[in-house]
């Protein structure tokens, strides 16, 4: 099994331009989330779906937008990048709430943007 | 006070050390406990999970809840050079699957 894909793995931006993060699950998992990393923060939970066509905020959604047409798809639009954007991005997906299989995360996009 | 607190780091140990990792939470509606491990430029992966008070063991690692004081922690033993990574603990209430991580430690096993 593939598990979580994300694509690209690294990616320079300017500032001001547009990009999306792919996410891809082959394992029928109905929850998705998207986290950005920075050194020493933690995870921080930027949106989530609970399955195709329902998706929330998190913790640090803004200047981020995602969308959720397919169980197997959960991208992440970054439009108009900004320096405080330069982070690395992990999509999870996870069979549901309370079940003791946890996330199974993606090898995670390393942005930045200059 | 934050949600979960995790003790900074990093930390370095010898090969085969004990080593002990702990994580403190305000929120008692937590109920299911989770650590992961990260390799360097690597996702996290499940390590252990729990969802009661006591201890539950695989191999060399014992996952430690203790919700009476709000604490959980990660024991290793005879710890190895492969056991060098961050670690990061979460916990989840089980109303919509969101996880709140710890900030992460980062272990170092030195031969």
């Known amino acids: 099994n593939a598990g979580v894909t994300q694509t690209p793995k690294f990616r320079i931006l300017k500032i001001g331009q547009s990009m999306t993060l792919q996410c891809a699950q082959d394992?029928?998992?109905?929850?998705m989330y998207w986290y950005r990393q920075d050194p020493g923060m933690g995870l921080k939970l930027i949106y989530y779906s609970v399955g195709a066509g329902i998706t929330d905020k998190g913790e640090v959604p803004n200047g981020y937008n995602v969308s959720r047409s397919t169980t197997e798809d959960f991208p992440l639009r970054l439009e108009l990048a900004a320096p405080s954007q330069t982070s690395v991005y992990f999509c999870?997906?996870?069979?549901?709430?309370?079940?003791?299989?946890?996330?199974?995360f993606g090898s995670g996009t390393r942005l930045t943007v200059v | 006070q934050k949600e979960v607190e995790q003790d900074p780091g990093p930390l370095s140990v010898p090969e085969g050390a004990i080593v002990s990792l702990n994580c403190t939470y305000s929120n008692s509606a937590f109920q299911y406990f989770m650590w992961y491990r990260q390799y360097s430029r690597k996702g996290p992966e499940l390590l252990m999970y729990t969802y009661s008070s006591g201890n539950k063991e695989d191999g060399r690692f014992t996952a430690q809840v203790d919700k009476s004081s709000k604490y959980i922690s990660l024991f290793i033993r005879d710890s190895q050079p492969s056991d060098s990574a961050t670690y990061l603990c979460?916990?989840?209430?089980?109303?919509?699957?969101?996880?709140?991580f710890g900030k992460g430690i980062t272990l170092s096993v030195r031969p």
């Open positions: 979460a916990m989840e209430s089980g109303a919509n699957s969101k996880l709140t």
């Open positions: 394992m029928n998992h109905n929850y």
């Open positions: 999870a997906s996870s069979k549901g709430a309370g079940n003791n299989y946890g996330y199974t």
